[in-house]
């Protein structure tokens, strides 16, 4: 997922409430449309990269293919039936190990349903996103659900407001159906109103800084692709709403001069680690990717510009980000 620069030009408020009406597109500054071509560009390009990733893994099989009949042929009748069975017995082997392993996971995600830190993605903004920023936020929740079920102590993920074209695109993934996760068509603020108390938005705007997590709390991550365009929506939202809010302590880790705003999959993929390791300095360095950390002007310090999208190097070039770990934080903690 790949990272770009806040744009300050593009910067406004939504003109109704997120979960209102819905609102028409801001016009784009000229920076921005710069950006959006840029983003068209890295799109094109990245389809490109994809197609020649199929027509390599296409040969690669047929090339195996290939191989193996001609060691067939090239051996005895008895011979051959032995590499025949020995292959069989090898697939046996690991779709054995496939399922064991499925098992295991499917195990740990019920245990999650009554144990595990309640995470929620809410998907109430799909009318603040364009058919490709809805598709890579698909991608990203994708990838959280993979990621999660991989965890040693996975969380227990709520989809809300899952609805519309979110809905949609969600029920076309593979396997979608059997996910375990819950799947809620109603906002997080109806389906979970008796733990309104308990309700933290995720924000990177919030001035209470993440200190620890706790097992009460239901910790809500925006479900959001915007490249930062809807500045402070997740933060006006939950004002709004009158619940609490947070955000990360990357600040006390790692000092940037740019934005903090991470993507949905980093977020989720920093909480999870955290609550593996209970080191939010060691969760920051294993997701925020190391090229995206400036080591030529930080030397021994890091750098990320881990901000939403993140995968964008052509972009990364002209936005070096000038940071560095830093010790403490004097910040309202939660
Ligand atoms: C791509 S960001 C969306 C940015 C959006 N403009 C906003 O106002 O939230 C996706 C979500 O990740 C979470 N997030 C990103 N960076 C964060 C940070 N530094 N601290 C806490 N949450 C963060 C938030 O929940 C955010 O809504």
């Avoid at 990621?147 to 396997?175: A, D, F, I, K, Y």
Wanted: aromatic content about 6%.
């Amino acid at each position: 997922m790949e990272a770009i620069e806040e744009d300050q030009s593009a910067k406004m408020d939504p003109p109704c409430s997120p979960s209102g009406c819905n609102p028409p597109e801001p016009p784009l500054s000229k920076n921005a449309r710069k950006k959006l071509l840029k983003q068209q560009r890295y799109e094109a390009k990245k389809a490109e990269k994809k197609a020649q990733e199929k027509e390599q893994k296409k040969k690669d099989i047929e090339r195996k293919r290939k191989e193996w009949e001609d060691t067939l042929a090239s051996v005895t009748e008895e011979e051959r039936a032995k590499l025949i069975e020995s292959r069989r017995s090898l697939r046996k082997e690991r779709m054995g190990k496939r399922s064991e392993e499925k098992e295991k996971k499917i195990e740990r995600l019920n245990r999650a349903k009554d144990c595990g830190q309640k995470i929620i993605i809410d998907l109430e903004f799909s009318d603040l996103m364009t058919p490709s920023e809805i598709h890579s936020l698909v991608q990203q929740i994708m990838y959280c659900y993979a990621v999660n079920g991989r965890c040693p102590s996975p969380g227990h993920l709520w989809l809300t407001g899952c609805n519309g074209e979110m809905e949609t695109q969600l029920q076309r993934l593979p396997g979608f159906d059997k996910w375990i996760i819950e799947k809620e068509h109603r906002s997080y603020i109806d389906a979970l109103q008796d733990q309104k108390e308990n309700l933290v938005y995720l924000t990177a705007d919030s001035e209470t800084v993440l200190d620890d997590l706790d097992l009460k709390k239901i910790y809500i991550i925006g479900g959001l692709v915007d490249r930062n365009r809807w500045k402070g929506i997740t933060m006006k939202k939950a004002q709004e709403q009158g619940i609490q809010t947070a955000k990360l302590p990357i600040g006390s880790y790692l000092k940037m001069s740019s934005s903090q705003v991470l993507t949905v999959n980093q977020v989720l993929e920093i909480l999870l680690k955290y609550i593996e390791t209970r080191d939010w300095k060691a969760s920051f360095f294993q997701v925020v990717p190391q090229r995206k950390r400036c080591e030529a002007e930080c030397n021994s310090d890091h750098a990320v510009d881990g901000e939403e999208n993140g995968d964008r190097d052509d972009e990364q070039e002209s936005k070096k980000i000038k940071c560095g770990e830093v010790s403490s934080s004097n910040h309202t903690t939660l």
